[in-house]
Every structure is written in C-alpha cells, then in structure tokens.
C-alpha cells in the first residue's frame, strides 16, 4: 500500500469552534477531524487544511490532506465512518461538522500549496429588525446599503494589487501583500446582500476587511471612488472596519 | 406605585438552552431572563412562563408574567434595558433571547393561568441531503412525505378528543387529557413542510408525538385512517414517535 495522500472536502458550522486550526484545550474544526481520524483509522493523524478560519467562519468547501502509511481502507468506507464519527452525542452539536468528499490524490498533492485560489460568501442581512434565528450566519446591517456604490468600489478592489491596506497584523508572515481578485460581486437577493469574491490568495482577515470597507461605502459613510487611493496607502487605518465572522463562508478551493 | 402586574413576551433560539425552566447550574431561557431582570431591577424576580419548552425548543412569542412591587421604571425603559442585558459578551451566544414586548396587565392576570390557548409551528425539512446549517431548526427527513395522507390524518385529530395518546409520562400532572384542537394544518413551501397547530391547551410532548404520528403517516408506515383507533385506545404505545425538539416553536400565546 505504501504512502497515499488523502484529500478532504469539508463543509461545517463555525459557531461553535475555536476556528479552524487545532488549539489544546479548545474545540477546533481540524482538532475535531484529527480526533474522528484517529478513531477510524487507530493511529495519529495530522491534517493540513487549506484555509486557517477564524472562530465564527463558516466553510461550504474547505479543503485538508494529509499522508496515510499503509493502510487500505477505501476512500468511500473512510468518508463513511469519519460522517459516522462527527456525528458526537450532544444534540445541539450533531452535524457541525461534514466531510463531503474524501479521494485519493498524486504523490506531492498538498491541500495548501497546491492550492491555485479560492472563493469566499459574505452575507449580509438587511432590515431594520434582526432575526435571532440568523444571527450566526449573516451579518446584520440595519441602515438601506447603497449597493450600486458597494458595485462601483468593488470595481477599484477587483484585479492585482498590493492588498496590505486589507491586511490585520498578526496572521502568518507572508513574502509579498500584492494579490490577484479575478471575480468580486455584489448579489441582491430580497433582503440578502452576498458579496461573492474569488482570487489566488487572501490576506489576514482580507475578505471581512474589504467588506467592512464596502459595507461602509453601502451606507454612505465613504466615497468609493476613494477606493483606489485606500488601495494605494497601504495602510490598514485607511480601510473600513473587520466585518464579524459569522457572515463569512470559504466558498471554494481552486486547484488545477 | 404598589403592586404592578409586568407581562413579557419573548422570541428565543432554543438550542443552546437546557430548555424553559430554571435548574440549578444550567443555563435556562428563564434563568437567563430572571438574572437580566436582576440586574435591571436590583431585586431578585421569580417569572412565570406560559410554557415550560424542553431543551432545543425555540420561541417566537413565549409569554411570561411576574409581580413588580413599589419600582417606577417605565415598561418601555425595562424592555430597552433588558434587551441590551441579554446581550452577552461571548459571540456564539449573541441574541439568542430577544424581549419582544414588555407591558403593564391588570391586577389577576398571568400569563400561563390566563392562556385560552396557543399555537406551535413544527417545521420539517425534505431532502435526501442534511444541510449542516439548518439541523438545529427542522427535523430533516430524508424519504419523500404524502402531505395528502398527511391532512387526511390531521382531519381526525383536530377536534375535542382526550388526547392521552399523544402524551409524555412525566409532565406536569393534569386534571384531564382532553383538549381541543382548533386548527391543525398542513404547509407546505418547497422542501419545507410546516405543521401549524393551535389549541386550547397541550399535554407534554403533545404537538412533538402528533408530529412523529403524521410523518409516519407521511412516510407510508402508518394509515390515515388508523388515527381515531389509535386516539380511541389513549395509548402512547400506539401512537407515533416523538419528533425532535428542534423543529418546535412555540408561535403565539392567546389571552381574552
């Protein structure tokens, strides 16, 4: 059997994690996983995930992989029993978490470098009234959002560019800020805004970063032709405000 | 200012909470309510709630009442400053309660004694395929449901009938099982279906074990035309399973 390289495709609740990435002593995502692993599989499992969300962030397609020694287990029979794992006792914690694909990949497959971008959902609730029963799963703005300004900034923030302005301190150390936005939208839908945004990489924070920013211009507190000037600074005290976690969904992971 | 008779109603997302009541060391939709009141008020307050909902049951109109003695704060003030009370630090647990009205009742009224019924939605959702961010709000089923067999056994169990059947051991003892049903119907919108059902009062597990009867129904395990036998018998043991607890929400309390 040698070595196989196993890949994950992950769909979860972020609500009640401490994100993503493992922690002692408190409940992650990848913490979960490597558990339910090391259950089906009877030995210890280090998972790489794609994408390092944040407590509150939600994925409907985040990506891991790790090596597996010489074991045969089919791909299908592991996707099996690592659902059945996930599901624990505690009711209000059933199906947080759910693997949606498990498959075996080349050799030198890495579900982080080999990453060639990914999409991210931001959604937003409008009204003046919030809904208790979403209010872990959009971001609720009460004030009417100009969206059609949200369009025109979103405009200047599409394409390649030096990103640091949309950059928290803080995340991994990175060799350049400058990255390449392929497809950034606004969608209305009846009181749904959900700003769609794809691109080769994300910086610390970037996504709810530009959509405080554009949220901002939505309510007329900044002009979006300002935008490219923002841009330009470089500097994160020119941007708007970081957008709460919970509105935030990892979309999608591209690879070749 | 004597003696003021202080009527609350109030929306809640369920699935955190250890249900209604309050229980030592647990964390409890009144319990929570009750320690914001004190906080408000500087006073310990004991509420009365119309209906002791069980754990992951949700609320879009509870009704609770208490007796506020020689304290002048204006209704309005009090639901201003109990909602922000409720507001609580940790993220995950944001606006979970929400106070939906607080006003001043006449001198005897209280909010279970005077009920002259009420009304639960219990929402199902259809899809061979769980959506991890709606478990804690329907009862997923998989298998298609005959909605037409459905409202076929809804017909026999609206009416006055003793209804022992259909209810939970351990209750809150009771003079009698005969209730009446005034409205039981079936809703259905897309992959949603929705049991909307109103009443002069209900026994422990009542609208939960009706629910369970008519997906049984639905599912062609059971007849429609069973139901008066199984009504006539008033026996748990031949009645339906009891649907979970997250799919129930109490809608609306109705007073004189």
């Known amino acids: 059997m040698g070595t196989r390289n196993i890949f994950l495709k992950i769909a979860y609740d972020g609500t009640n994690f401490h994100g993503w990435q493992r922690q002692p002593g408190r409940r992650t995502v990848c913490g979960e996983i490597e558990e339910a692993l090391a259950r089906v599989l009877g030995r210890d499992i280090r998972i790489d995930g794609c994408s390092r969300t944040d407590a509150g962030v939600h994925a409907l397609g985040q990506t891991a992989s790790f090596l597996l020694e010489d074991h045969g287990i089919p791909t299908e029979r592991l996707k099996k029993a690592l659902g059945d794992c996930l599901q624990t006792s505690k009711r209000e914690r059933l199906g947080e978490i759910e693997i949606l ?17 990914k999409r991210y959902l931001y959604k937003i609730r409008r009204g003046a009234h919030p809904d208790i029963f979403k209010r872990t799963r959009y ?13 025109r900034a979103a405009g200047f923030i599409a394409g390649t560019h030096d990103f640091a302005c949309f950059q928290t301190a803080g995340g991994t150390p990175r060799e350049t800020t400058v990255r390449t936005i392929w497809d950034l939208q606004i969608l209305e839908d009846g009181e749904y805004v959900t700003i769609s945004i794809a691109g080769d990489g994300f910086l610390y924070n970037m996504v709810r970063i530009i959509t405080g920013t554009l949220v901002e211009v939505g309510l007329g507190k900044r ?8 841009i330009e600074s470089k500097d994160r005290g020119r941007a708007g405000h970081t957008a709460p976690p919970q509105g935030l969904y990892l ?3 591209f690879y070749e």
């Open 101 to 117: 694909e498990v498959k075996e990949m080349p050799e030198g497959f890495h579900a982080r470098y080999s990453a060639k971008g």
């Open 139 to 151: 971001y609720q703005i009460a004030q009417p959002l100009d969206t059609d300004a949200m369009r």
């Open 223 to 230: 002009n979006a032709d300002e935008l490219p000037a923002t």
């Open 251 to 253: 979309k999608e992971v």
